[in-house]
């Protein structure tokens, strides 16, 4: 997997775990780096977002790190 992909899936994980962590408790990191009006929150939230959209693209151009096609994973086990 490509260093850009990792870091990518790191970000998004981030990003969910953000998410989660929101719908708990109704606060979210942003809130700890300065707010949403704060510029590293946002470059935060903006890193995670091109993350996921590049995980997106990666994966519908063929690029996502997979080592097995979708028919490989569907076959049976012999």
Do not use: E
């Amino acid at each position: 997997m490509h260093m850009v992909n990792k870091v990518a899936w790191i970000l998004v994980v981030i990003g969910a775990l953000n998410w989660l962590l929101f719908g708990l408790t109704g606060s979210d990191v942003g809130s700890y780096v300065g707010g949403m009006d704060g510029i590293v929150a946002k470059v935060i939230y903006i890193l995670v977002g091109v993350s996921g959209l590049w995980l997106i693209a990666s994966k519908f151009m063929g690029k996502g790190g997979s080592s097995h096609s979708d028919a490989d994973m569907a076959a049976p086990m012999q």
